[in-house]
T-cell receptor, first 115, second 113 residues
Framework: GAGVSQTPSNKVTEKGKYVELRCDPI?????LYWYRQSLGQGPEFLIY????????DSGLPNDRFFAVRPEGSVSTLKIQRTERGDSAVYLC?????????????FGPGTRLTVL | KQEVTQIPAALSVPEGENLVLNCSFT??????LQWFRQDPGKGLTSLLL?????REQTSGRLNASLDKSSGRSTLYIAASQPGDSATYLC????????????FGQGTRLTINP
């Protein structure tokens, strides 16, 4: 079946604007993660959903960042009042569910540029 | 706080050589460890996953080992090819529930024809 998809692939916005990034996980995967990857760095965890609920949002940098997954499938990462420091690649990953044998499958990412 | 380090940061070798990439982590209480490949401007492709109870996993020319007690993992690539050129990332999964991944900074590998 299809892998994890993310839209848009690229987003350029101006400082202070609001943006939404979308993630479509693999069908049937209950676990969904958002990560952020700055240039030359490994991805950093932002938030984890198990089903519809945000089970761990400890990686969100501040209250300008918010994510939802209302029906337990598609997730949207929302960033208010964007700042230049928010520029990065935002990666989404999904997993069948908790379990040591389960691996995370990543989407291609959304490259966000804040001018 | 779990920290993951990858050495070297970059590696360039001639085609056909066998090579080893290293990953170390500070807290041995991990759930599993994954090795990923990332091509420029692309997302992450999972290569191998090793559960905390396992010592190694193999897939084709790739072999990953895990020594949880010493906080180390290696990725061995046999008979390297130019198509293996990419950035390789290792990541450890923390506690059972969230299993969020903590990544190293990656090793940028170049295989020269």
């Amino acid at each position: 079946g299809a892998g994890v998809s993310q839209t848009p692939s690229n987003k350029v916005t101006e400082k202070g604007k609001y943006v939404e990034l979308r993630c479509d996980p693999i069908s049937g995967h209950t676990a969904l993660y958002w990560y952020r990857q700055s240039l030359g760095q490994g991805p950093e965890f932002l938030i984890y959903f198990q089903g519809t609920g945000a089970a761990d949002d400890s990686g969100l940098p501040n209250d300008r960042f918010f994510a939802v997954r209302p029906e337990g499938s598609v997730s949207t990462l929302k960033i208010q009042r964007t700042e230049r420091g928010d520029s990065a690649v935002y990666l989404c990953a999904s997993m069948p569910g908790p379990g040591s044998y389960n691996e995370q499958f990543f989407g291609p990412g959304t490259r966000l540029t804040v001018l | 706080k779990q920290e993951v380090t990858q050495i070297p940061a970059a590696l360039s070798v001639p085609e056909g050589e066998n090579l080893v990439l290293n990953c170390s982590f500070t807290d041995s209480a991990i759930y599993n460890l994954q090795w990923f490949r990332q091509d420029p401007g692309k997302g992450l492709t999972s290569l191998l996953l090793i559960q905390s109870s396992q010592r190694e996993q193999t897939s084709g020319r790739l072999n990953a080992s895990l020594d949880k007690s010493s906080g180390r993992s290696t990725l061995y690539i046999a008979a390297s090819q130019p198509g293996d050129s990419a950035t390789y990332l290792c990541a450890v999964a923390l506690r059972r529930g969230a299993q969020k991944l903590v990544f190293g900074q990656g090793t940028r590998l170049t295989i020269n024809p």
